[in-house]
């Protein structure tokens, strides 16, 4: 249960920053679901599953026509069994068991978006954005009947995305929908892991706020 209380308290604090920022320009929420797909050590060492239990979503604020600054969150749940081998415990200690890896990852990113299409007719808009920021990860490894887990905050985060949105009308339209492909990356050591790196593909709808 407590790894869900992360997100929900993201976007309490997301609702309640909403009533600032609508007073200086156009706010837009996205929210969507997202897939991860693993990289690296991180793959090869600690979850190699794609991870389909995934939420993405920003809250930004737009400059102009083109440029918005917001802030980022996300969730993504990661699930790995391995069949029973044989594991050393400490020297000359060894046990066959089946090995569990489960990890979830909560960023909260500043990012910068730009659009360079925004604000005109146009039905295909693409996009490109980058954020850095920090996560909480929660960590779990089951060895046997063996068990250890960790939560961490404050590690440091960084990503890039690019997509296209799809606004449901030519002109003025309050809702559209997203499509997209991120990179992220966060930093955190694990025995078999030296950070976390993951491509996102992830799909939503834009809410126009104010």
């Known amino acids: 249960m407590k790894k869900y209380i992360i997100p929900i308290v993201i976007l ?10 609508a007073q200086r320009g156009v706010v837009k929420l996205n929210a969507g679901y997202n897939v991860g797909l693993p990289l690296g050590n991180f793959k090869s060492n600690y979850v190699s599953n794609t991870s389909p239990r995934g939420i993405m979503g920003d809250l930004s604020l737009g400059l102009n026509n ?3 600054v917001g802030l980022g969150f996300g969730f993504q749940d990661f699930y790995q069994k391995y069949p029973r081998a044989v594991y050393d415990l400490a020297p000359n200690q060894q046990i066959s068991a089946i090995l569990s890896n489960s990890i979830q990852v909560v960023p909260v990113l500043a990012k910068f978006t730009y659009t360079p299409f925004l604000g005109t007719s146009k039905l295909i808009q693409p996009y490109a954005s980058v954020g850095a920021g920090i996560s909480f990860v929660t960590y779990n490894q089951y060895l046997g009947e063996f068990s250890s887990d960790n939560t961490s905050g404050g590690k440091f985060s960084a990503m890039a995305d690019a997509g296209i949105d799809l606004p449901f009308s030519r002109y003025n339209s309050n809702v559209a929908a997203k499509i997209g492909v991120s990179y992220n990356y966060t930093k955190f050591g694990m025995s078999d892991a030296s950070n976390i ?12 706020l104010h």
């Open 12 to 21: 309490m604090c997301l609702a309640s920053i909403n009533s600032v920022m």
């Open 66 to 68: 083109k440029f918005a």
């Open 197 to 208: 790196n993951m491509v996102g593909i992830h799909a939503g709808l834009i809410f126009q």
